[in-house]
C-alpha cells in the first residue's frame, strides 16, 4: 500500500524537501509526491509490471513505424505546471523520442496507470486532476490488473471517460493512429490468452 512517510506539521512537503527525503532513502525505494504528501509505493506485482511492459511495447512498435519522434517510457517521473506539490512516477508515460539527463518530464503526451490495490480513490482522483492540466497531455489511460478493464480520457473528447472490457476491446488514440486490442496488454498475465495466440 503507498505509505505516507512521518507527516509534517502542515502535512505536505515542498519539492526540496521530498527529493532530500528520497536522496536519504535506500535506492531500490519508489517515492512519489502527491499533492504534497511523499508515498512510498509498494513492489509492484509482476502482472502490474507485464501490462505497463506490454503497452510500452505496442505504443513504441507504433510510433517506430510512424511517429519516431516520441517514446514510451516505463516508470517515469513527471512534472505538471502549476502543480507544485505533485511529483508521481507513472508506469507509462509518452514523452519526446531524445532523452536526456533528467530524472522528472515536464512535457509528456499521455499517461497511463496500472491499477494496484494500494491505489486508494482519492490518489487516483488527484492523478486524473493533475495529469488532465498539463497542457501537453492528450490522453489518459487506467488499467486494471485484476480484470480485464481499462478507461481512456482523452483532450479529443473533452476527456469524457470510455471504458473497455474485455481482450477483444479496442484501446484507440486516433491523434496517433494507434490502435491495439486490451488482448495484447493482458498478454503474458492469467487474464490474457496464451502466449502463443
Request: aromatic share 10%; proline share 7%.
Amino acid at each position: 500500500m503507498n505509505t505516507p512517510f512521518p507527516v509534517r506539521k502542515d502535512g505536505k512537503f515542498s519539492v526540496e524537501e521530498f527529493f532530500a527525503l528520497i536522496e536519504s532513502r535506500p535506492e531500490e525505494e519508489r517515492w512519489q509526491l502527491i499533492d504534497g504528501v511523499a508515498m512510498m509505493m509498494p513492489p509492484p506485482t509482476l502482472v502490474h509490471q507485464r501490462i505497463a511492459s506490454n503497452l510500452a511495447l505496442e505504443l513504441n512498435a507504433h510510433f517506430r513505424a510512424h511517429r519516431p519522434t516520441l517514446f514510451a517510457y516505463q516508470e517515469v517521473g513527471l512534472i505538471v505546471p502549476e502543480a507544485e506539490l505533485f511529483r508521481p512516477e507513472a508506469d507509462v508515460a509518452v514523452l519526446d523520442a531524445m532523452a536526456d539527463y533528467e530524472s522528472y518530464a515536464g512535457k509528456f503526451y499521455c499517461v497511463a496507470e496500472v491499477l494496484s490495490e494500494s491505489n486508494t480513490d482519492k490518489d487516483i482522483a488527484v492523478k486524473r486532476r493533475r495529469y488532465l492540466q498539463h497542457p501537453d497531455n492528450m490522453c489518459f489511460v487506467l488499467i486494471e490488473q485484476k480484470r480485464v478493464r481499462a478507461e481512456l480520457l482523452a483532450r479529443a473528447t473533452a476527456w469524457q471517460p470510455v471504458v473497455l472490457e474485455g481482450l477483444d476491446a479496442v484501446l484507440d488514440i486516433p491523434e496517433w493512429g494507434f490502435r491495439t486490442p486490451l488482448g495484447e496488454l493482458y498478454r503474458g498475465t492469467p487474464l490474457g490468452r496464451s502466449i502463443n495466440s
